[in-house]
């Protein structure tokens, strides 16, 4: 019964060392296989940026906008505020956000043919990712960082990516736990440059840098239809012509009615 109950309680250990697939992982997989292709070392995950990037993009999708600030005043209004919610205590992070792009990898695709975008994918001062998003619309963010910890970034699970699609991740320290690769999409297809770009560096957190598209044309406003001149004082009543609005036999000046008109 001893024996019993302690190949359970291995078993539990190594099923927790194990993390099933997340769209956050996918985001950071994405990211891993364009950092693998400029040579770069790939991103660990942890939960906790993917559940401040899912709360960004909830955010995101109730204004129907895409931005990297929230409602002025509260404790999420910047990336450095939303991390402090789940006690992420890093030296430097950075966000990339965009919305309406057909699925990931369009959205990645577009991330990499902007510079903010990709200059956060490929930074060699962040070495864990997180990601989310929020839907209809596709509001994605995903978030990078360097824990301020050196033994908590040891702790963060290593990922196991086909292509951009996450089969899950594993803690570094645990034995690898077997689980089905999922099947790569097909070639992403390239869409414009996201609305709003990340920014370059600062000390801390990179602050963005946003660009808004030009605000639509207004549209015309009909010229007034100018006021009749006035009449001055009654003259002399003439008869209208046949067939007007306000036809019919002129009455004398002092009883012009509707239906005569005062000779200028």
Known sequence: MKFA??????SA??????YPPTVGQDLCCAANAARAAAGLA?????????????AHSNYMLSVEKIGHEEKPGTSTYDLAGRLGTVNYVFSTAGENVAMGYEDLDATQVAWMNSPGHKANILSKSFNVCGGAVANPSNYYTVNFASPMNEAEFNSYYVLSCS??????????NSQPVAHTPQTPSSTPTVAPTPEKESAAPSSSVE???ESSPAPAPAP?????????????????CKRMP???IAAGKCKPCKKCAANSQQRR
């Open 5 to 10: 109950a302690a190949i359970a309680a291995l």
């Open 13 to 18: 250990v190594a099923t927790a060392a194990y």
């Open 42 to 54: 790939p991103y660990r995950w942890t939960p906790k940026l993917d559940q401040v990037a899912q």
């Open 163 to 172: 292509g951009n699609k996450s089969n899950g991740g594993n803690t570094p």
């Open 207 to 209: 602050q963005p840098v």
């Open 220 to 236: 015309p406003t009909p010229a007034p239809i100018p006021a009749p001149p006035a009449s001055g004082k009654p003259g002399k």
């Open 242 to 244: 046949k067939g007007s």
